[in-house]
């Protein structure tokens, strides 16, 4: 039997609906007295662009440094309630993708997200991240939108 350690995972993209789910998870990591976490996942996407346009890859590693720093500190300073947060992650990736290996990887964890509000074509055409998490989670999540 694996060890399993509960845990409130938020995912932070600086966006508002983010920012809305950082107060949430830290509500409930408050009433819980589970430990707290920020994840983070700096896009492929991102990367490409930067290297495309003659970016150095020392640069874009710095550039992924700066974009976790900048959601990390976002979502501490958006959560009402006082938690300090135990652990930050910045990973590289498809943000559905890195967040549902974080998932499988990580038993126990209850993750907290934002829905960001795109078009309805676009929802259907290409489905959003919190979508594509909430297919293939092996935990619970939660959903937050404005």
């Avoid at 600086?14 to 509500?27: E, I, P, R, T, Y």
């Avoid at 976490?37 to 492929?44: A, Y």
């Avoid at 290996?101 to 259907?124: D, F, I, W």
């Amino acid at each position: 039997m694996t060890n399993v350690t509960p845990s409130i995972v938020v995912a932070c993209d600086g966006s508002g609906q983010s920012l809305q789910a950082a107060k949430m998870a830290a509500d409930l990591a408050r009433a819980t007295g589970q430990p707290l976490k920020l994840l983070s996942v700096f896009p492929d996407s991102e990367a490409e662009r930067l290297v495309i346009n003659g970016v150095q890859h020392s640069d874009v590693v710095e550039e992924e440094k700066n974009y976790g720093r900048k959601v990390f500190d976002a979502a501490k300073e958006a959560m009402t309630v006082k938690v300090s947060p135990t652990l930050e992650i910045l990973l590289k990736g498809d943000p559905a993708k890195e967040i549902i290996e974080y998932l499988q990887a990580n038993p126990g964890t209850h993750l907290v997200l934002g829905r960001r509000g795109h078009s309805m074509v676009r929802s259907l055409t290409l489905g959003s991240i919190s979508e594509k998490v909430i297919r293939h989670a092996t935990g619970p999540v939660t959903v937050v939108s404005e």
